[in-house]
């Protein structure tokens, strides 16, 4: 009966340490559970079982929590956990199909950033001079630095 005592107060150790590393990482509620389970354990096999075991049993945990410090702190372990979607995507794509000198309308109002639409290409936009523009005003590229296209309204 004590060799299942202490074998249930170490599985519990080791399962609380697991949901420590793996599940909520951080000093919390979790480890310091498992440190006492491991504790526990040790104090009983002193105590119940006598100094031989109480040794036994101590070297184990600790053996047990060095094992699993190494499999924390493996790279490979933390690789599972890690997204492995890549972004590809670009920002304002549609840039690439206007030139300086077309003509649009704002779509949104830009302060100073919004969208507008050239013929049937409709991307984000901005306004040269960092100034609000209004929607529905049309308005014509000046430049594209960076992806970037810099409008500037016509009637003005």
Do not use: H
């Not at 031989?52 to 372990?77: D, H, N, P, S």
Request: proline fraction near 3%; charge should be neutral; glycine fraction near 8%.
């Amino acid at each position: 009966m004590n060799a299942f005592i202490i074998a249930t107060l170490i599985f519990f150790g080791i399962l609380l340490m697991l949901v420590e590393l793996l599940l909520i990482p951080g000093v919390g509620v979790a480890g310091a559970l498992s440190l006492g389970s491991f504790a526990a354990a040790c104090w009983y096999a002193f105590t119940y079982i006598g100094n031989g075991a109480g040794i036994l049993v101590t070297i184990i945990c600790i053996c047990l929590l060095a094992a699993l410090l190494v499999y924390a702190l493996r790279a490979k372990t933390w690789k599972r956990f890690e997204t492995k979607t890549v972004i590809d995507a670009k920002v304002n794509e549609e840039s690439g199909k206007l030139n300086p000198g077309d003509k649009g309308i704002t779509t949104t109002r830009l302060a100073p950033m919004g969208s507008a639409r050239f013929e049937n290409t409709t991307c984000e936009v901005k306004s040269d001079d960092n100034s609000m523009i209004s929607s529905g005003v049309e308005i014509e590229v000046v430049r594209i630095e960076d992806n970037k296209v810099l409008v500037k309204p016509i009637n003005q």
